[in-house]
T-cell receptor
Framework: AQSVAQPEDQVNVAEGNPLTVKCTYSVSGNPYLFWYVQYPNRGLQFLLKYITGDNLVKGSYGFEAEFNKSQTSFHLKKPSALVSDSALYFCAVRDMRNYGGSQGNLIFGKGTKLSVKP | DTGVSQDPRHKITKRGQNVTFRCDPISEHNRLYWYRQTLGQGPEFLTYFQNEAQLEKSRLLSDRFSAERPKGSFSTLEIQRTEQGDSAMYLC??????????????FGPGTRLTVL
């Protein structure tokens, strides 16, 4: 079954320290992977995606993610956390079960709450 | 603002009533998705449209749910005879077709439904 796992419900980081939010996936074929961020009472905002190419993907607000095929992981990283990065982060993979993924719908993890303290 | 918009933002209703939500996607996008998000969970796919055609419905979409996109622009999601279990955030997203390189989904702010 296709799925996304975010093993940490919450990640706590001090401002200025590096942060990592973990994501592992299970999907048939080559994965299309995404990270989204959700602020309170707001919709999801796209951060970055991996489709093909370089394993290190750079996205919005200084975030990047590293695709690791052997470990089936797509961890989100940022070298120096800001208090304003505190939010809910979702990893997602495109559903590839039908039509080779041409449906396009996403399968999301449960989310990880990131808390950055001053 | 040229993003995805949803209306209303909040809806409180009594069990058994019907509710309808509207989504206006980004104008150039021909794909439109509906998701449902409950507390502590990630969004779950409900259905999607390419232009006016509804091409897929998940098993989460019971017979009480219906979605339309009559002119290939805005979409509506109707829930008939609401139940307390329908309480959730309903998210709409739009995108270009997934085979294009620029195919990430852009989400609206959601409609939070509370069924009393």
């Amino acid at each position: 079954a296709q799925s996304v796992a975010q093993p940490e419900d919450q990640v706590n980081v001090a401002e200025g320290n590096p942060l990592t939010v973990k994501c592992t996936y299970s999907v048939s074929g080559n994965p299309y992977l995404f990270w989204y961020v959700q602020y309170p009472n707001r919709g999801l905002q796209f951060l970055l995606k991996y489709i093909t190419g370089d394993n290190l993907v750079k996205g919005s607000y200084g975030f990047e993610a590293e695709f690791n095929k052997s470990q089936t992981s797509f961890h989100l990283k940022k070298p120096s956390a800001l208090v304003s990065d505190s939010a809910l982060y979702f990893c997602a993979v495109r559903d590839m079960r039908n039509y080779g993924g041409s449906q396009g719908n996403l399968i999301f993890g449960k989310g990880t709450k990131l808390s950055v303290k001053p | 603002d040229t993003g995805v918009s949803q209306d209303p933002r909040h809806k409180i209703t009594k069990r058994g009533q019907n509710v309808t939500f509207r989504c206006d996607p980004i104008s150039e996008h021909n794909r439109l998705y509906w998701y449902r998000q409950t507390l502590g969970q990630g969004p779950e796919f409900l259905t999607y449209f390419q232009n006016e055609a509804q091409l897929e419905k998940s098993r989460l979409l019971s017979d009480r749910f219906s979605a339309e996109r009559p002119k290939g622009s805005f979409s509506t999601l109707e829930i008939q005879r609401t139940e307390q279990g329908d309480s959730a955030m309903y998210l709409c997203a739009s995108s270009f077709p997934p085979r294009t390189s620029d195919n990430e989904q852009f989400f609206g702010p959601g409609t939070r439904l509370t069924v009393l």
